[in-house]
């Protein structure tokens, strides 16, 4: 597609519950990235693929979060025994391997946990 | 890490330039300075970057000083809709886009 494409736009859950966010980055972008923002908060990284490389995990809050990367394209945000503290916007970027490019970002997962 | 300073807020009347300072004193020679703009409910969007040659596009213009530790952002004629919070960034590494507080600027009739 033309941008980058989050799947859902809200998600509403109950403490205690898994969720999965998707990511579905500009075609032919080897990079991509996932952060979050809580309300009135900068953007906190969270984890990071390029290609084939092992991704870049050093961002993730704790290990109740994980996330894939299929065929290089699509990739899913895992949530396991969600908390209120998870409650955010979840924004997926990507970007062409060389660095002097800049990022496009999705319009974010909004996560309420209640 | 290259570490970005910029003011909490500025306003601008509309029609006029805005320009966005942004301190970064620590940057390395091989480090881009990008900026994005963050409007309300929206992900970040990418405006310019640069790495010591100033830069212009379609949004904005791009001023980095010689020394390179502070930039500029130009919005030649800024409009209602560019309110924002407008982010400076110095890429630390190939994957860690750092964002900070950035500046919320806002255009005002």
């Known amino acids: 597609g033309a941008g980058v494409s989050q799947s859902p736009s809200n998600k509403v859950t109950e403490k205690g519950k898994d969720v999965e966010l998707r990511c579905d980055p500009i075609?032919?972008?080897?990079?991509l990235y996932w952060y979050r923002q809580s309300l009135g908060q900068g953007l906190e990284f969270l984890i990071y693929f390029q290609g084939n490389s092992a991704p870049d995990k050093s961002g993730l809050p704790s290990d109740r979060f994980s996330a894939e990367r299929t065929g290089g394209s699509v990739s899913t945000l895992t949530i396991q025994r969600t908390q209120q503290e998870d409650s955010a916007v979840y924004l997926c970027a990507s970007s062409l391997r060389d660095r002097s490019y800049g990022y496009t970002f999705g319009s974010g997962t909004r996560l309420t946990v209640v | 890490d290259a570490k970005t300073t910029q003011p909490p807020s500025m306003d601008c009347a509309e029609g006029r330039a805005a320009n966005l300072p942004c301190n970064h004193s620590t940057i390395s020679g091989n480090e881009y300075v990008y900026w994005y703009r963050q409007i309300h409910s929206q992900g970040p969007q990418y405006i310019i970057h640069g790495l010591k040659n100033n830069e212009t596009n379609e949004m904005a213009s791009l001023i980095i000083t010689e020394d390179r530790k502070s930039s500029t952002l130009i919005l030649p004629h800024a409009t209602l809709r560019d309110t924002a919070v407008y982010y400076c960034?110095?890429?630390?590494?190939?994957?860690?886009?750092?964002f900070g507080a950035g500046t919320r600027l806002t255009v005002k009739p």
């Open positions: 075609s032919g972008h080897t990079a």
């Open positions: 960034i110095v890429r630390v590494a190939m994957w860690d886009m750092r």
